[in-house]
């Protein structure tokens, strides 16, 4: 998710020393990683990640070649160029959910609303990232940080190396399988949702899980569950 072509005046601009206040400069190489950024969002969501080349994007944002790379290695970095600013964010909310003092449900997967929010905010990046125009190895990188934030929970959280049973890496993919088909489902069809909706449904569906699977209890059957029927 390239936030870079969308950062704020003063974040521009706390490097060098004119917080508050953007050069030319400063404005012109805003407004091309805005073009560039726009450009390639809008050609995935036409012919599909794998289809459009680096001249693509040029010509539809209407800058040279030489421009692309003063600021990009390549297309992927384009387009996921700001990874790290959300794995940062939301690792944030993850430290804030775990030194609360409170239950294990409230404060497991404490990031998946900032996740949420984050894909209410950029959602025509996410329609590509987990889309079906997008990219398999942009969305094995959203996967991994997913990955390894639910890990980071499961270690706060649980610590033994046996959660009663069920593998930890088990836990940690469905738990990532949940977020991310969550995200697909919401980015395709339901975009009157609010963020806080999809939350409240993706811990519906998992938090039971995620407690049973550390303490070894059975979640507690949905209201539609008939013993004895698969």
Do not use: C
Not at 18 to 28: A, H, L, N, S, V
Not at 54 to 79: C, G, M, N, P
Not at 95 to 114: I, K, M, P, Q
């Amino acid at each position: 998710m390239n936030t870079r072509g969308q950062m704020s005046e003063n974040g521009h601009n706390a490097g060098n020393g004119q917080k508050g206040r953007m050069t030319p400069e400063d404005r012109r190489i805003r407004r091309s990683r805005q073009m560039l950024h726009e450009a390639m969002i809008a050609l995935v969501l036409e012919r599909g990640y794998e289809a459009v080349t680096i001249k693509d994007i040029v010509d539809r944002a209407d800058v040279s070649r030489s421009t692309f790379y003063v600021h990009y290695k390549s297309k992927e970095d384009l387009l996921t160029g700001g990874i790290e600013d959300l794995r940062a964010l939301l690792m944030a909310h993850q430290r804030a959910a775990l030194d609360a003092n409170t239950g294990v449900a409230e404060r497991s997967l404490g990031f998946s609303l900032a996740l949420f929010e984050h894909a209410q905010t950029y959602r025509d990046i996410y329609r590509v990232l987990v889309g079906e125009r997008g990219s398999a190895i942009i969305m094995n990188r959203m996967r991994a940080l997913l990955a390894d934030l639910v890990g980071r929970d499961l270690a706060a959280i649980a610590p033994r190396s046996d959660m009663s049973g069920v593998p930890r890496s088990a836990v940690v993919q469905f738990v990532v399988g949940a977020l991310m088909s969550l995200l697909a489902w919401w980015m395709d069809r339901k975009a009157d949702v609010a963020p806080a909706e999809v939350d409240a449904i993706f811990r519906r569906l998992t938090i039971p899980a995620v407690v049973a699977a550390i303490d070894g209890s059975t979640p507690p059957p949905t209201s539609g569950s008939q013993p004895g029927r698969s």
